[in-house]
């Protein structure tokens, strides 16, 4: 498809916040989609567990606040997590009337219920398909729209500026050639950022780009240590870290060490509904092994849940499962926790704009703080749809005209060498990311990661040096930004909250940090601490 030189508005993914803020946008003007892929393939499309929502009322959302406020050990800031709550009953309607189809028995939405939720609030969809079919809705409402364009295949390799605002966006396509769109505002709905870690259930897409794109501007970036690990992700050797959605604890799966001990009640009250940041560390020490070259195998065993058909109700995930010979009704399942979604992001406030003019975003890209240290279950595809209609709607009071933008600086493609250089230099990254910065972190192993990663982008910046681009070459670039901030901000937060855990200081110290963590303010020490 050619690319428009000039549009009104460019958004920057095709997920759930991507696709929701263009329906918004459509009916006032000509609206670019960008997706380094194909249309559909994002973590919103992987999403089995489903969409928490509170339907029933004034009760049911100060429940839905409450539970969202206790999981985010004492970070969420609650202006942000009232607007989900309140708004998101009337998006899901929305979806509903678009044409999502949720799970119904006997004409009534099937709910269920998911770790750190009080009730059962889910909304799902083919069982463990919710993403996907919201992806489906949306994709086809916005292709309804003959005021949205969409770009395939196609990389943001970095964003313009001009007088201090965003004015437009350069784009690799699949031929390698530089195009540069301006747009009276841009939004930057690109998802997480998972391939930091070598161990995680995101899929290639999600390299951080947004967050690199948005830093490389001067816009802030919030509590970027706090990253979620889901904890049970399926571990068999050659098999892909599977995410085994945590709708399978809530419909009663006990987890069990290679003892066959259930063991959660060592650590939490709430057993295998506790947060996802205690149930993931426990999984990790459950499966550390003294002396020993492999961890200890820990399992999601459901042989004992009765009055569902568990292929029925997970219909992905047993057929995932069946292709390795496993079956959840018969089957110890192994796990292990893997990099899942991140708290922190590109810093906005509630209807996404930055600390950039012309620049807005929403959903996983973003932190309203509305997660605080540890993101509810399920509350992220909500988090898209509230967060991406508002952001549209700030964006349609961007009343820019048109600026004069000079065509982008030629440039080369990486020859081979460099190329593989680029996979070993990604590769050793995110290994160190994983032993440096995952579950269980400590200060010397934070300073290693530092020292590891500014080998990495040594190497890298002399490929870039040379003028070539590429997309794999503006991914590396991307992975190393996020991986230096969510390092840095690791290292200043000398406490233990929700996600984030450092047995030097295993403890919260909410008198020094009930505060979010800001990379990117200028004039400031790297990583500063403010109260929302």
Request: some cysteine; aromatic content about 6%; proline content about 3%.
């Amino acid at each position: 498809m050619a690319l428009p030189g000039q549009v009104d508005f460019l958004i920057v993914g095709a997920g759930v916040a991507g696709l929701r803020a263009a329906v918004e946008l459509a009916r006032l003007g000509e609206v670019l989609v960008v997706t380094k892929e194909s249309l559909g393939e994002s973590n919103t499309h992987y999403a089995q567990g489903g969409i928490a929502v509170a339907m029933d009322g004034r009760r049911d959302i100060d429940l839905h606040l409450q539970d969202t406020i206790a999981a985010g050990d004492g970070l969420v800031y609650r202006n942000a997590a009232e607007t989900l709550v309140a708004e998101g009953p009337l998006r899901v309607e929305e979806l509903i009337e678009w044409g999502a189809r949720f799970d119904r028995k006997d004409g009534s939405l099937l709910r269920t219920r998911e770790a750190a939720h009080s009730v059962a609030r889910i909304l799902h969809a083919d069982g463990d398909a919710t993403g996907a079919e919201i992806s489906r809705s949306l994709l086809k409402v916005s292709r309804a729209q003959s005021s949205i364009r969409f770009a395939e295949w196609t990389t943001v390799s970095g964003l313009i500026c001009q007088d201090r605002r965003v004015v437009g966006a350069d784009l690799i396509g699949v031929d390698q050639q530089s195009r540069r769109v301006g747009a009276a505002a841009v939004l930057i709905a690109a998802g997480g950022a998972g391939q930091v870690y070598s161990d995680t259930t995101n899929p290639a897409v999600a390299t951080g780009d947004g967050i690199a794109l948005a830093a490389s501007v001067g816009a802030e970036l919030a509590d970027m240590e706090f990253y979620q690990f889901h904890p049970t992700a399926l571990s068999l050797p050659g098999a892909p870290r599977f995410l085994l959605s945590e709708a399978l604890r809530g419909e009663g799966a006990y987890l069990r060490n290679d003892r066959g001990e259930r063991f959660m009640e060592r650590y939490h009250s709430s057993l295998e509904l506790a947060p996802r940041d205690v149930v993931a560390r426990a999984v990790a020490r459950e499966g550390m092994s003294e002396g020993e070259r492999e961890p200890r195998a820990v399992y999601l065993d459901l042989r004992h849940v009765r009055g569902i058909d568990l292929h029925q109700r997970f219909p992905g995930i047993s057929a995932f499962l069946s292709q390795y010979g496993l079956d959840l009704g018969r089957d110890l399942v192994p796990v292990r926790p893997a990099a899942h979604y991140l708290m922190g992001g590109i810093r906005t406030d509630l209807d996404g704009r930055t600390s950039v003019q012309g620049l807005f975003v929403a959903g996983e890209a973003a932190c309203t703080g509305v997660h605080g240290a540890n993101r509810l279950a399920s509350n992220s595809l909500l988090e898209g749809l509230v967060f991406g209609a508002r952001a549209a709607k700030a964006m349609i009071g961007s009343d820019v005209a048109a600026a004069s933008l000079e065509p982008p600086a030629k440039s080369s493609t990486p020859d081979p060498s460099d190329e593989e250089l680029l996979e070993v230099y990604i590769t050793s990254l995110q290994k160190m990311m994983w032993e440096c910065a995952g579950l269980l972190r400590d200060e010397t192993t934070l300073r290693h990661g530092l020292s590891e990663l500014a080998r990495c982008e040594s190497g890298i910046d002399r490929i870039v040096r040379q003028g070539k681009t590429s997309r794999r070459l503006s991914e590396a670039q991307a992975l190393c930004r996020v991986s230096g901030a969510i390092l840095q901000s690791a290292q200043a937060r000398t406490e233990s909250r929700g996600a984030h855990f450092c047995s030097d200081y295993p403890h919260r110290d909410d008198r020094r940090f009930q505060k979010h963590s800001i990379i990117g303010r200028q004039g400031a020490d790297p990583v500063v601490f403010e109260e929302w």
